[in-house]
């Protein structure tokens, strides 16, 4: 298996993430989880705003290629402990509040994360913004907010 | 704005008209450098004329999109600025500019390399805070580079400077990061540099699967009533024709047996000598050859010298193997195909495909033994592809579980439902009409065992029959094709 793939796949266990990218929502909790995994350990992923929020269509590429290397490899290298200290501070902040749907909590902060810090909108513009273009998630958004802060990430 | 203020005469689009900004980025070093990096890596020494560098097919995309907004201004009346189109064509005009030599098959090269010593037990560790905002991932893919040559070359910010064009602005068309911006110009499955590079290597290979009606289907260009670029109705045919000859454009030319025979040998050779530390692609290195003003240099040829240096250097020939791989590609001599097997088939049947591959790879070992040919000159390679893909990889078979995003990429054709206050656009493959619709569920799957021979074509070709005779008598029943 070619070593992005190694690399991509140990990040997601390091994250806590399934690598399955059987439906949409499997592969929308990919791309969110990895913007923050890629936040913490610079992969190289860059990503751009679509209305479900940051998307990276490289990451789309190599989670394709991934899930059908697994068919077939078995990886049996590790990442180091650098990058595993880094990916573990991360981690809590993937964890929804209760009640809250897991890709639902993952959409609302990468979004809110990327419109203040990538897109550099102000707090009323980001929040205008994501109002506009999520209206269902707009009742996370302040828990969003303040996650993010205490990971001080805004 | 004149966007004729210059002109440049091309084979594939007649005469290109160019504006002030454009004549000054196409004046700088670092635009200039892609005179000297091929758009088809080691194609040329197959299809001899297909060596036509990605400095004439910027220039080509740079064209086509600007077409693509003067017919979306025609057909919609939309009201879009001079300077819009400008960065629009500005984008595409450098978006080529981050390729590495050879273009894709170094570029994976490096990100798997940076990628293992950098993050796997065992590598290097990287101690720098980076993060992906400001920071600095271990390598850059083209994008990327893309970006850090237009933040960072000072020939480009004086061009920019000068004609009144804010960085910021274009960055944010060049990233794709503005949301209400028309990304699927410069990147879907329909887009300027797609259009560009079929018409364009069908030129210049002399294959004319790719020789599509390309004005037509720019001319069509138009946006359904969520703002998002699709094609008039009438340009349905010409759309899924271009979807088909991009379906043949892959199989006869980057899937050539002996252009993918070059490519591996350049990659190995590319892949052993980053491992050698002969070469730095890290970022921090190609940062500082952006700053230094010595990206510029960094072309095809400098690989090529690069391996002519290598060739004679006593840390390579300590390397099995190495020497030879890199006299394989100086002296285009590269692995010979020995057996194939090539079909299209159910895309259900993705499985049997891998299985076969697997067969392959396990018994590369014995037959090595066998034979006496060193392992390290045997290689297998394989792909599926299907004629529907969107994009580079995603498979249209859960064509009914795919994100906005992933959607997105897709070619619409406009409908002609006028409810609901305006018109909307359907994806091409939907389109019960259309050849792509009818073999979405079909893909080709290619296999194919190289092996680096040495000796004279009749020694070669001696030992190919003798290694093809023991794997035709261990497989019997595997599926290879006449060769």
């Not at chain 2, 454009?22 to 091929?38: A, D, M, P």
């Not at chain 2, 259309?434 to 194919?448: C, D, H, Q």
Request: with cysteine; glycine share 6%.
């Amino acid at each position: 298996m070619e070593t992005r793939l190694i690399v991509l796949k140990l990040f997601l266990d390091e994250l806590g993430q399934d690598s399955s990218i059987a439906s949409m929502k499997d592969r929308k909790r990919i791309q969110k989880a990895m913007y923050f995994g890629n936040l913490a350990v610079d992969l190289g992923y860059r990503y751009s705003w679509y209305l479900m929020g940051p998307y990276s269509t490289n990451l789309t590429r190599d989670y394709y290629d991934l899930s059908e290397a697994l068919e077939t490899d078995k990886i049996d290298k590790s990442l180091n402990d650098n990058v595993k200290a880094k990916l573990a501070q991360i981690k809590p902040l993937l964890t929804p509040p209760r009640g809250v749907d897991g890709v639902d909590w993952l959409e609302t902060v990468a979004s809110v994360h990327y419109l203040q810090k990538v897109s550099r909108l102000s707090e009323a513009d980001a929040r205008a913004r994501f109002k506009q273009s999520k209206p269902q998630l707009d009742q996370y958004y302040d828990a969003g907010v303040q996650a993010l802060r205490k990971f001080k990430l805004i | 704005m004149t966007f004729r203020f210059k002109s440049i005469h091309d084979p594939v689009h007649g005469s290109i008209g160019l504006s002030g900004v454009e004549t000054g980025i196409i004046s700088t070093t670092v635009f200039q450098r892609l005179h000297n990096v091929r758009q088809l890596g080691l194609a040329h020494l197959v299809f001899p004329g297909a060596g036509y560098s990605r400095f004439a097919h910027s220039v080509g995309a740079c064209h086509v999109v600007g077409m693509m907004i003067e017919a979306l201004r025609r057909n919609t009346k939309e009201p879009i600025q001079d300077e819009q189109i400008q960065l629009y064509r500005l984008a595409a005009l450098l978006h080529d500019v981050g390729h590495y030599p050879f273009s894709h098959a170094l570029e994976e090269e490096i990100d798997n390399h940076y990628k293992g010593t950098s993050f796997l037990a065992g590598g290097a560790i990287r101690n720098k805070e980076d993060t992906a905002i400001d920071g600095e991932p271990p390598s850059y893919n083209h994008e990327l580079l893309g970006k850090r040559i237009i933040e960072n070359d000072s020939e480009i910010a004086t061009v920019l400077k000068a004609h009144n064009v804010n960085l910021e602005d274009l960055k944010a068309v060049f990233s794709k990061q503005d949301p209400l911006s028309m990304t699927a110009l410069i990147s879907s499955d329909l887009d300027c540099d797609r259009l560009d590079y079929l018409r364009r290597t069908a030129y210049h290979a002399g294959t004319p699967y790719g020789d599509v009606d390309i004005g037509y289907i720019v001319s069509q260009t138009t946006l359904d009533k969520d703002r998002r670029v699709c094609f008039k109705n009438k340009a349905l045919k010409a759309a899924d024709h271009l979807l088909v000859s991009r379906y043949y454009d892959y199989l006869q030319l980057p899937f050539h047996k002996t252009v993918v025979a070059l490519e591996i040998a350049l990659k190995e050779v590319f892949r052993e000598l980053l491992k050698l530390g002969y070469i730095d692609c890290s970022s921090d290195a190609i940062l500082k050859r952006i700053k230094e003003s010595q990206w510029k240099d960094f072309d095809d040829q400098h690989v090529i010298s690069l391996f002519r240096q290598a060739v004679t250097d006593p840390k390579v020939q300590q390397v099995n193997g190495l020497q030879k791989k890199i006299q394989s590609i100086l002296l285009r001599t590269p692995p010979k195909l020995i057996v194939a097997s090539e079909r299209i088939d159910d895309t259900i049947r993705k499985k049997d495909h891998k299985g076969s591959v697997q067969q392959l790879n396990d018994k590369l070992d014995s037959w090595a033994k066998e034979t006496g040919i060193d392992r390290t000159f045997w290689y297998v390679w394989q792909r599926s592809l299907q004629l529907t893909k969107i994009g580079a990889k995603v498979p249209f078979s859960d064509a009914k579980d795919l994100g906005d995003e992933e959607r997105s990429q897709l070619v619409h054709i406009l409908g002609h439902d006028t409810q609901n206050g305006g018109v909307t656009s359907t994806p091409l493959i939907e389109c019960q009409n259309t050849l792509i619709n009818s073999l979405s569920e079909k893909a080709y799957y290619g296999i194919r065992l190289y092996v680096l021979l040495e000796g004279s074509e009749p020694e070669k070709a001696a030992k190919k029959k003798e290694i093809q005779r023991i794997i035709y008598k261990e497989l019997p029943d595997f599926p290879f094709v006449q060769l």
